[in-house]
């Protein structure tokens, strides 16, 4: 893997909403250590997955979201998992979206995600940010390096 170019981070959601709100806080976040692609459609992020995989680039984790405006992101973690086994992945989810509760947690418990996110609302959302970072963190120690 190249170690001087940064670790990925890919979020896809064709969830306009969504994905605004989590490119902003990854960007404002985690942009100085980690390369953040965002992608609205998922062919398009599994085309760039595949890319990344030809270049040698290392993926540190793979978001996409599952709401009523969003059903396909738990398909598109399943093909992520193919293309980067190593790389943490995660399904976004909306507060009080209460019928994505049951697929999301069969994906999980079938390895298709290691998390469930909710949707950052504001602006420094410090819950989803923990999770995130855990996440980061856990990835690097697997890669054999600690998190900054």
Same mark, same amino acid.
């Given at each position: ?7 990925? +981070?890919?979020? /896809?959601?064709?969830?306009?909403? &969504?994905?605004? &709100? ?9 942009? &100085? ?6 992608? !609205?459609?998922?062919d398009h992020g599994t ?11 290392? =993926?540190?984790? =793979?978001?996409?979201?599952? &709401?009523?405006?969003?059903? !396909?992101?738990? @398909?598109?973690?399943?093909? #992520?998992? @193919? ?6 992945? /995660? +399904?976004?989810? @909306? ?5 994505? #509760? /049951?697929?999301?947690?069969? #994906? ?8 469930? $996110? ?12 923990? #999770? =995130?970072?855990? $996440? $980061?963190? !856990? ?10």
């Amino acid at each position: 893997m190249d170690s001087a170019q940064p670790p990925v +981070v890919l979020v /896809a959601t064709v969830d306009n909403e &969504s994905r605004g &709100s989590l490119d902003r806080e990854l960007r404002g976040r985690y942009g &100085s250590d980690y390369e953040i692609v965002t992608c !609205d459609q998922y062919d398009h992020g599994t085309a760039i997955l595949e890319g990344l995989r030809r270049w040698g680039r290392e =993926v540190a984790m =793979v978001l996409s979201c599952f &709401s009523g405006a969003d059903r !396909d992101g738990l @398909t598109f973690l399943r093909r #992520a998992r @193919t293309v980067h086994p190593s790389a943490k992945r /995660a +399904v976004v989810v @909306t507060w009080g979206d209460f019928d994505a #509760a /049951a697929p999301v947690l069969r #994906a999980i418990a079938e390895g298709h995600a290691e998390a469930q $996110l909710l949707r950052p609302e504001r602006r420094r959302d410090e819950e989803f940010h923990g #999770a =995130v970072t855990d $996440l $980061l963190d !856990d990835w690097h120690l697997v890669q054999g390096s600690a998190f900054e």
